[in-house]
């Protein structure tokens, strides 16, 4: 099976500017979810999406949004960038099994820079 | 507001000595403690997790000790290794929340020949 797969792998914006970015989870994977990963902050939670719908919401500005498609493929926006804004944006798939443990699997990430 | 806390920051061993990492968490729900891996480039992956139902998982090298009462876990890598070498995350989560994970801020491993 093909790994959760991120595109693109790198980007670089100017602050005022807006940025999506993509992510193809498993096949099979229902849940998709964000993370923003910075040094100083490690990983931390944006949202996650679940049967297109979002199911949780971490502590970021509603500059920070995303969706889920019918083939649970994800996509997350930021509009007005700023320059704290770049960071590694990890997305990570899950099977879901209604399992509290289930694995997430993460891509290898998109880097964004503002400049 | 930091929900779970890692340390130390950075570590740095001898090929075949003990690696620890140690995470300590506040709220007493979470009921779920991965510890996840991290290369350079790459994204992370779960290592080893643990439920608080049990003290101590082992996974060929690597050890997961839970206290709960302390409200505290760790993981021990034995006989690390230079390919052990790579950036520690640990994590908790609550039950029934979907897919929601509170992570450390890491912990960069450096293994000497």
């Known amino acids: 099976k093909a790994g959760v797969t991120q595109t693109p792998r790198y980007l670089i914006k100017t602050r005022g500017q807006q940025v999506t970015l993509s992510c193809s989870p498993i096949?099979?994977?229902?849940?998709v979810s964000w993370y923003q990963q910075t040094p100083g902050q490690g990983l931390q939670f944006l949202f996650e999406?679940?049967?297109?719908?979002?199911?949780n919401k971490g502590n970021f500005p509603g500059r920070f949004s995303g969706r889920q498609f019918s083939n649970s493929r994800s996509e997350m926006n930021v509009s007005t960038l700023e320059l704290g804004d770049s960071a590694l944006y990890l997305c990570?798939?899950?099977?879901?099994?209604?399992?509290?443990?289930?694995?997430?699997?993460f891509g290898p990430g998109t880097r964004l820079t503002v400049l | 507001q930091q929900q779970v806390k890692q340390s130390p920051q950075s570590l740095i061993v001898q090929k075949g000595g003990i690696s620890i990492i140690n995470c300590a968490y506040e709220?007493?729900?979470?009921?779920?403690f991965p510890w996840y891996q991290q290369f350079p480039g790459k994204g992370p992956a779960l290592l080893i997790a643990?439920?608080?139902?049990?003290s101590e998982k082992k996974e060929g090298r690597f050890t997961i000790s839970f206290n709960k009462s302390a409200k505290q876990f760790s993981l021990h890598i034995m006989d690390s290794q230079p390919g052990d070498s790579a950036t520690y995350f640990c994590?908790?989560?609550?039950?029934?929340?979907?897919?929601?994970?509170?992570f450390g801020t890491g912990t960069s491993l450096t293994v000497i020949p």
């Open positions: 990570a798939s899950s099977p879901d099994r209604g399992l509290s443990t289930d694995t997430q699997y």
């Open positions: 096949s099979g994977h229902r849940s």
């Open positions: 999406y679940f049967s297109e719908t979002q199911r």
């Open positions: 709220n007493t729900a979470f009921d779920y």
């Open positions: 643990i439920r608080p139902d049990v």
């Open positions: 994590a908790a989560s609550w039950p029934n929340t979907g897919n929601q994970f509170y």
